[in-house]
């Protein structure tokens, strides 16, 4: 299965990442065993063989493996991509490969990889744009009651005209007004 997350709207495509992340997790592999993330930590570039080698090996001790490639599309040139597509191309029953990109619909649906590959048997695409008006608006008060933030909701409208639709700097400014919020419900000791 190869899985393509992309789109202007990198939090929600972080989060559905980290949401597959954790359901392969607890429904195939608790131990972390059969999870490869390129880059690793540190190294900021990712190597074809090592790649190649997490997508065909076999599951360790389960039945299944994941494999997610952060950022491999923006940051490759068209003449290198038939390798990419070659092992992208040939991956086994038991992988999933996630390849997660930081930029937008346009450009990833322009790259050789995405052309080449976008249209066969367990291909998907989950493509994240910038949510509208009425969409940031519930999904800052969903957010709100996921962090247990208690706000009006005219103050709720009002954070988000100001703040728009990034929601990573949303995010950030509920939970700031939580932290305020409990800060102003503790007790100061004498």
Do not use: C
């Amino acid at each position: 299965m190869l899985i393509f997350v992309y789109g202007d709207d990198s939090y929600s495509s972080a989060a559905k990442v980290e949401a597959m992340r954790t359901q392969f997790k607890t429904k195939f592999d608790p131990s972390g065993l059969n999870l490869a993330e390129f880059p690793q930590l540190g190294t900021g570039k990712t190597d074809l063989g090592e790649v190649s080698q997490a997508v065909t090996s076999p599951p360790f001790l389960g039945i299944k493996r994941m494999v997610i490639v952060k950022n491999l599309l923006s940051g490759l040139k068209k003449a290198d991509a038939q390798p990419w597509i070659n092992i992208f191309g040939l991956v086994p029953e038991s992988t999933i490969v996630i390849l997660w990109d930081k930029d937008g619909q346009k450009a990833i649906e322009k790259n050789e990889i995405f052309k080449k590959l976008s249209g066969g048997k367990d291909v998907f695409s989950y493509v994240h744009s910038p949510l509208a008006d009425f969409e940031l608006g519930k999904w800052a008060s969903d957010y709100a009651k996921s962090i247990k933030l208690n706000i009006a909701s005219g103050l709720l409208t009002k954070v988000v005209a100001m703040v728009g639709d990034d929601l990573w700097q949303l995010s950030g400014e509920l939970k700031k007004l939580l932290a305020r919020h409990q800060g102003l419900s503790r007790k100061i000791p004498p």
